[in-house]
């Protein structure tokens, strides 16, 4: 079992930034794909970005192309999402996920390891 632990979220102004993580203990981290998912209030949870095992390839919902980047550290076992230029349409619970399937990285079912999420709430 994968344990994952998202921090970083919090309440922001519209235009402002925040970094969220994802530690794991896991000591093959560099096997595993990451992906970042949301799921705001009355929606059904959407994928918002991911990254390759090796960090070689980076996915993005359009949506947040420009504003948001994603990132892996290895050696820290750790996943990063730099949301930039928030918008009150951010406002969500982020969830990050691990899977070592090698297939669609944008889909919710490739993913076997799931986080508790946290809430970003971005004000007007």
């Known amino acids: 079992q994968v344990r994952l632990v998202e921090s970083g979220g919090g309440v922001v102004q519209a235009g402002g930034s925040l970094r969220l993580s994802c530690a794991t203990s896991?000591?093959?981290?560099?096997?595993?794909?990451m992906g970042w998912f949301r799921q705001a209030p009355g929606k059904e949870r959407e994928f918002i970005g991911a990254?390759?095992?090796?960090?070689?390839?980076?996915y993005l919902k359009d949506s947040v192309k420009g504003r948001f980047t994603v990132s892996r550290d290895d050696a820290k076992s750790t996943v990063n999402l730099q949301m930039n230029d928030l918008k009150p349409e951010d406002t969500a619970v982020y969830y990050c996920a691990a899977t070592w399937r090698a297939n669609n990285w944008l889909l919710e079912s490739t993913y076997i390891y799931w986080g508790q999420g946290t809430q970003v709430t971005v004000s007007s």
């Open positions: 990254i390759t095992w090796n960090g070689a390839s980076t």
């Open positions: 896991e000591r093959f981290f560099n096997n595993y794909a």
